[in-house]
């Protein structure tokens, strides 16, 4: 059964939802926000992609799975199950939705009792719930990717220690990194690998500036670390330190290879788009067969 919900007008300045959506190519801003409508008043739906879809996007020639999981990956919605049964819940519901008090009580499981109880062995990584806590890795004894042996046992200072894969560096990013649902430290290190020492420093360094833009920002879900360092987002974040003309010289190349890919400029991370007014992109840089593309991008970013 659908319901009325509230939408906000911050909600169409989703830079994080847009961002998907250009990404994937799916339509993720309007399901998610129909999403709503079918949620109960505890923000949890049962995961049925073809009904869903049949309430929400009747018209639009659209894989709806594709679409549940894509929200799923990023954080926007959390998927559980329950007694072969699979179901849904929005994290963020009860900062954004008021309810009705003549609305019926939710009969469908609690997420949190679910999760509690649930080992997370189905992934190689550890689960992390909506309130921020982490549960525990794998099967007892399965060796994780790092070398560490996942599970629990009854006394953690006893369990036998294994050398790490991960470097120094990269562990110490990744603590400092805030966590987010499904989130992958082996993708996250092999973009790690990728970047030289100078852009791993500005990587880790840019963390705090990115931590205290979501504190301002509750209502945006956290990036996963493999797209903060794969999409090279924390540029953005690192704005604020202090960096010298070369490497910001260097910079550009990477920058505009990436918007021509994906035919998206930000401009939140690097300003105006070439042909705006204080753009810093150096000119001998862009090419003539960019031509007017420049300026569809920069609507859409």
Not at 44 to 70: C, E, G, H, T
Not at 164 to 172: I, L, P, Q, T
Not at 257 to 282: D, H, L
């Amino acid at each position: 059964m659908s319901r009325i919900r509230t939408i906000k007008p911050e909600f169409f300045k989703h830079e994080e939802l847009f961002d998907a959506e250009v990404e994937t190519g799916l339509p993720l801003r309007l399901s998610f926000a129909g999403l709503w409508t079918q949620c109960d008043r505890e923000g949890r739906f049962v995961w049925r992609p073809r009904q869903l879809k049949a309430d929400i996007l009747p018209y639009d020639d659209v894989d709806f799975s594709r679409v549940l999981d894509a929200l799923a990956t990023r954080g926007f919605i959390v998927k559980y199950a329950s007694a072969d049964r699979s179901f849904g819940y929005v994290p963020s519901w009860n900062r954004h939705q008021v309810i009705n008090n003549r609305e019926s009580a939710s009969s469908l499981p609690n997420p949190i009792d679910i999760i509690a109880k649930t080992d997370a062995s189905a992934t190689r990584h550890p689960r992390v719930r909506h309130d921020g806590k982490v549960e525990g890795k794998g099967k007892e004894g399965k060796e994780e990717p790092n070398g560490s042996l996942s599970g629990t046992s009854p006394d953690p200072a006893q369990r036998p220690k294994a050398k790490s894969n991960y470097s120094e560096a990269f562990e110490a990013f990744w603590l400092a990194y805030p966590r987010s649902p499904n989130m992958s430290k082996v993708k996250a290190f092999d973009g790690w690998k990728k970047l030289t020492e100078p852009e791993r420093k500005a990587c880790h360094d840019a963390v705090s500036a990115y931590r205290s833009f979501l504190a301002s920002k509750p209502d945006h879900p956290t990036m996963h670390a493999a797209t903060f360092i794969n999409e090279r987002r924390f540029e953005g974040f690192a704005a604020g330190i202090a960096t010298t003309a070369a490497d910001e010289d260097a910079q550009w190349p990477k920058r505009l290879a990436y918007a021509r890919s994906n035919k998206t400029w930000s401009t939140s991370m690097w300003g105006p788009g070439p042909g705006q007014r204080g753009c810093r992109v150096p000119t001998d840089l862009l090419n003539e067969s960019d031509g007017d593309g420049w300026r569809e991008w920069e609507q859409a970013a």
